[in-house]
């Protein structure tokens, strides 16, 4: 991971000056995307690399450059009234929920509980300096659509994810397009729990860096107190105990997550 | 004449023609106010079709209110008006009754909401846009344009399929292939395919069915999800990719073929056509 400027942060989201006839080009796992400042306008253009996948660890790069556009796919155009040299980039998650698979599922046995990482995809905004707003947001690799509920009437569109759904202790590989999840389940009924996917309500989640640069949201616990798919959801105060040293980078997208009662865990459809 | 005009005047009773008068303005105004006030009420409770019947209800029930008292007004006995009305009533639902049918159906359509404004039906032959259901018919904009009024008697007779009820929809490609091609090899193209493209939903999971041994092909069936604003796109490109996809892989779609033998133990013999040949028999080609 680097910064090719020393005048640029330490990561590849936080603010920016660039001048009339400059850009800046960030390469962040999958996704090249360069920003143009043209005086009164900003031209945006994104694209994926096909040969990098999303468990793909390349890291990121962010270098300055002239206005020449380096590709041209995905173009998009801002005007201002005047010219604007100052932007705001942040990570973002999700504006859906996600459903993480985990590559090989899991049961969590009667009246046990485990503590599980899973990582989600991460969304790239970019703001005008001040402006609470996005102007313009991407996700970095985009995951595919997927339906989530008990019916194909009954349920929500979602984003589908795959992950490891590592155990604590065990090492994460560094992707600066992810942000990791720690999520208690537990079982509290005299079933076990077969989880083959589950939902996570990543609009309600914060998002918080690490000292080491890693990307984290609050803990979250499932509660499954019933048979079922549906399970208390408790959204954990700050950064998770994992994550050492970390500060807030962006609040949710959705604050309004006291007493939810959710569709967590789904079995297949019949 | 003009005493005779006068006279005529006279003798008409200035005051309840007034009051008469009053009252119906005061009918016209009460059931405006009255009828708005109760739809900016109600407004967020009901829907699109609801507020406006809602509306029409009242205000021409509070506007006969009030014109049935100016003609008490006026002198006029009700219960001559009633029974008359009792009469033309039943002249006029014996000429009336598939309006009033339509009438009850709209009624029950609205309470029942199989469909709402906005929403993509079939109906018979026709596929279009809900634009209004009325208290008579509905009106659907079909996708080329054609304004269709459809009696609501025939909404509550027939099926009506509404194509945009439920997010998700699933779209059904037919594939036939040559019997010589390996089918788990053009199963996990089929479903390579779906598993790649941006609008398929990873779940509900895509699906290769086997629909059956047909005359030429093997038909299968290839099922996947998307999201119902998206059928029309997912539609078009499935089908393009499919060919690429069979083409880059020289998996044959088959046409129509046919084998002819001459008798049981014999071989089948080739058949040529060559255009322009002429028959010597009758000298025709």
């Known amino acids: 991971m680097k910064a090719e400027e020393h005048d640029l942060p330490r990561q590849w989201w936080g603010d920016f000056a660039v001048a009339d006839g400059e850009s800046l080009y960030w390469q962040i796992g999958p996704m090249q995307l360069q920003w143009v400042n043209a005086g009164s306008q900003w031209r945006c253009a994104y694209r994926r690399l096909a040969d990098v996948d999303d468990e793909s660890t390349v890291g990121w790069q962010l270098t300055r450059g002239d206005a020449t556009p380096a590709f041209d796919e995905n173009p998009q155009r801002f005007v201002f009234s005047q010219p604007m040299r100052h932007a705001t980039v942040l990570p973002a998650l999700a504006d859906r929920s996600v459903i993480t698979r985990p590559t090989t599922a899991l049961t969590i046995p009667p009246r046990q509980s485990a503590l599980l990482l899973f990582s989600t995809p991460l969304w790239f905004q970019l703001r005008c300096a001040g402006v609470s707003q996005p102007l313009f947001e991407v996700p970095i690799s985009r995951p595919s659509d997927t339906w989530f509920g008990p019916s194909t009437c009954e349920g929500e569109l979602a984003y589908a994810s795959r992950t490891h759904a590592r155990l604590q202790g065990e090492a994460l590989p560094p992707r600066p397009h992810r942000a990791v999840t720690p999520v208690r389940i537990e079982n509290r009924i005299d079933a076990p729990l077969l989880i083959e996917r589950i939902s996570l309500p990543v609009t309600l989640l914060s998002l918080f860096v690490a000292a080491d640069g890693m990307l984290w949201t609050e803990e979250v616990t499932l509660r499954r107190e019933q048979a079922g798919e549906m399970a208390a959801l408790q959204v954990g105060q700050g950064a998770p105990l994992l994550a050492q040293a970390a500060t807030l980078v962006q609040g949710p997208r959705n604050a309004n997550r006291s007493g939810i009662l959710l569709r967590a865990f789904a079995a297949l459809f019949h | ?285």
């Open chain 2, 1 to 285: 004449m003009l005493e005779s005009v006068l006279k005529f005047i006279g003798h008409i009773e200035i005051l309840p023609a007034v009051r008469t008068v009053a009252i119906a303005l005061a009918g016209f105004v009460v059931a405006r106010l009255v009828s708005g006030a109760v739809i900016r009420v109600l407004g967020k409770r009901l829907d699109r079709q609801q507020l406006p019947i809602l509306r029409r209800i009242l205000y021409y029930g509070i506007l006969l209110l009030f014109l049935m008292s100016a003609l008490r007004e006026l002198g006029f006995d009700l219960s001559v008006l009633v029974g008359a009305a009792g009469i033309l009533t039943v002249a006029v639902g014996f000429a009336s009754q598939t309006s009033a049918s339509n009438l009850i159906s709209g009624l029950f359509l609205i309470a029942e909401r199989p469909f709402a404004v906005g929403d993509t039906i079939k109906v018979g032959e026709f596929t279009g846009e809900v634009l209004a259901i009325d208290l008579l018919s509905i009106k659907l904009r079909t996708f080329d344009n054609l304004y269709v009024r459809i009696p609501n008697e025939q909404m509550i007779k027939t099926e009506v399929v509404n194509l945009t009820k439920f997010p998700i929809r699933r779209v059904d490609i037919a594939v036939g292939v040559a019997y010589r091609e390996d089918l788990g090899l053009v199963k996990a193209m089929l479903l390579g395919l779906a598993d790649r493209h941006p609008l398929c939903l990873e779940e509900p999971r895509p699906i290769v069915y086997f629909a059956g041994f047909g005359e030429s092909s093997i038909d299968l069936k290839l099922l996947v999800w998307t999201r119902r604003e998206n059928h029309l796109e997912l539609w078009n490109s499935l089908h393009e990719q499919i060919k690429l996809e069979f083409d880059r892989n020289a998996v044959e779609i088959p046409f129509p073929n046919r084998t002819i033998h001459p008798a049981a133990l014999t071989e089948p013999f080739p058949v040529r056509v060559v255009a322009g040949a002429v028959r010597e028999e009758t000298g025709r080609t």
